[in-house]
T-cell receptor
Framework: GENVEQHPSTLSVQEGDSAVIKCTYS??????FPWYKQELGKGPQLIID?????GEKKDQRIAVTLNKTAKHFSLHITETQPEDSAVYFC?????????????FGQGTTLQVKP | GAVVSQHPSWVICKSGTSVKIECRSL??????MFWYRQFPKQSLMLMATSNEGSKATYEQGVEKDKFLINHASLTLSTLTVTSAHPEDSSFYIC?????????????FGAGSRLTVL
């Protein structure tokens, strides 16, 4: 079946450093790729997303890149802060975004050390 | 921004009882909502798609008689875990499509933690 692979599973960085999380997807029809941040005991919060007609998107310290040919997309966080510590999930649509269904990656636990 | 509210945020019940979890879109109408299940330190697994006014669509391997979904209005979907057992203990999260004149986004609720004794 369709799946999304996410790496690394854990990531520890020093405050101020950059963090990069990578995902690959299998469904060539996927056209919407959101990233979520989940804090302990809470629901996922959308932090950034990208659609298949765009190669890169940036929002302050967060950026996402998409390579449709290679079927992979990445999250880049610059100037990390302790409050960035959380679990991050990438996701991709099952086929086109019309269904609204998402497949999630396995998650990356990011720890930012002060 | 669009807000999805879940209630209760946590619930403890005895084995064999049924538990209902509500998912509400507070400031928008949601014709489609999604229910996910998350085990500790694991990813979110889609359980079913809840469609307003029609039957829910369940993912493969999800027992529809076990997890009853009702989407009776444009702002409310409910998930009822029937005859709950300890293995049903999990974090249940709903999400709703927000369509605002352009490509949609999905907004998630805060989740409901179910513990079955």
């Amino acid at each position: 079946g369709e799946n999304v692979e996410q790496h690394p599973s854990t990531l520890s960085v020093q405050e101020g450093d950059s963090a990069v999380i990578k995902c690959t997807y299998s469904d060539s029809a996927s056209n919407y790729f959101p990233w979520y941040k989940q804090e302990l005991g809470k629901g996922p919060q959308l932090i950034i997303d990208i659609r298949s007609n765009v190669g890169e998107k940036k929002d302050q310290r967060i950026a996402v890149t998409l390579n449709k040919t290679a079927k992979h997309f990445s999250l880049h966080i610059t100037e990390t802060q302790p409050e960035d510590s959380a679990v991050y999930f990438c996701a991709a649509t099952y086929g086109s975004s019309n269904t609204g269904k998402l497949i999630f990656g396995q998650g990356t636990t990011l720890q930012v050390k002060p | 921004g669009a807000v999805v509210s879940q209630h209760p945020s946590w619930v403890i019940c005895k084995s064999g009882t049924s538990v209902k979890i509500e998912c509400r879109s507070l400031d928008f109408q949601a014709t489609t909502m999604f229910w996910y299940r998350q085990f500790p330190k694991q990813s979110l697994m889609l359980m079913a798609t809840s469609n307003e006014g029609s039957k829910a669509t369940y993912e493969q391997g999800v027992e529809k008689d076990k997890f009853l979904i009702n989407h009776a209005s444009l702002t409310l979907s409910t998930l009822t875990v029937t005859s709950a057992h300890p293995e049903d203990s999990s974090f249940y999260i709903c999400s709703a499509r927000v369509v605002a004149g352009g490509p949609y986004v999905l907004t998630f609720g805060a989740g409901s933690r179910l513990t079955v004794l």
